[in-house]
C-alpha cells in the first residue's frame, strides 16, 4: 500500500470542515488507504476493508441516485484499475460517484446534485 497523498488528506479533511458548516446531511469517511502494519492490514481485510472503495460517502439522495460515493484526488490524481471496478459498482446499484479535486468541486457537485442535474 503506498501512503496516503498529504495533499489528499488536507484536501479531505479541508471537505468535512466545508460540509460539517455548510450541510445538514450525514457523511463519512471509509479508511481504506494508507500505510499500515501488515498485522493491522490482515485484520481490517477480514473485517471487510476493500481495494478501490471511495473515500468518503455521503448520504444525501435526489431524484436520480441514492447517495455519493466521493474519491479525493490530487489535480494529477488518477483512479486504479481497483478504483474504477468500484465506480462501476456503485453506479450499477445506484449510487452516485465522484471524483473531487477541490471544495470548488464539491461546491459544483453539490449544486447539481441537489437540482437533480447528475
Not at 2 to 13: A, F, S
Not at 41 to 57: I, N, P, Q, T, Y
Not at 66 to 95: D, M, N, P
Request: aromatic letters at 12%; proline letters at 2%; one cysteine or more.
Amino acid at each position: 500500500h503506498q501512503m496516503r497523498n498529504q495533499e489528499e488528506h488536507k484536501l479531505q479533511v479541508a471537505i468535512c470542515r466545508y460540509l460539517d458548516l455548510t450541510e445538514k446531511f450525514p457523511f463519512f469517511a471509509i479508511p481504506n488507504g494508507g500505510a499500515r502494519h501488515v498485522l493491522v492490514a490482515v485484520k481490517l481485510k477480514m473485517e471487510g476493508v476493500k481495494r478501490g472503495v471511495a473515500d468518503m460517502f455521503w448520504m444525501i439522495s435526489n431524484d436520480n441516485w441514492k447517495g455519493i460515493f466521493v474519491e479525493v484526488k490530487t489535480k494529477k490524481g488518477i483512479k486504479s484499475e481497483y478504483q474504477r471496478e468500484f465506480e462501476r459498482e456503485a453506479l450499477k446499484h445506484g449510487y452516485y460517484y465522484a471524483v473531487v479535486r477541490s471544495i470548488e468541486d464539491c461546491i459544483t457537485l453539490l449544486e447539481e446534485f441537489k437540482l437533480n442535474q447528475i
